[in-house]
């Protein structure tokens, strides 16, 4: 159960590699990105699981519904006007 300690370090580097894909202009990275995060609120709650740390699952459990309206924001672009809802 060691290894679950080093869980914060690919945690860590999803979260910035996602964020950085986030702010893309193009949509197709923009959705990666959303992915990504996704897979990082996973791995910092296994990691929070391991070290009973309630506040970071709490934390990665709102992320997550944040990254998944980011998702479907990203998908539903309005092609008529070109905004997003």
């Known amino acids: ?8 370090w690919p945690a860590f580097l999803a979260s910035v ?3 950085w ?9 923009r959705n ?4 990504i995060f996704l897979l990082s609120n996973g791995l910092w709650t296994a990691w ?8 970071l699952i709490a934390l ?7 990254n998944v309206r980011g998702l479907r924001k990203t998908g539903d672009s309005d092609e ?3 905004r997003r809802r």
Do not use: K, P, Y
């Open 60 to 66: 990665q459990l709102c992320l997550a519904v944040m």
């Open 48 to 55: 929070g699981v391991f070290t009973q740390a309630w506040a």
């Open 80 to 82: 008529d006007t070109g």
């Open 21 to 29: 894909l986030v702010a893309s202009n193009d949509q197709g990275r």
């Open 1 to 8: 159960m060691e290894w679950l300690g080093w869980l914060q």
């Open 32 to 35: 990666i990105g959303f992915w």
């Open 17 to 19: 590699v996602s964020a």
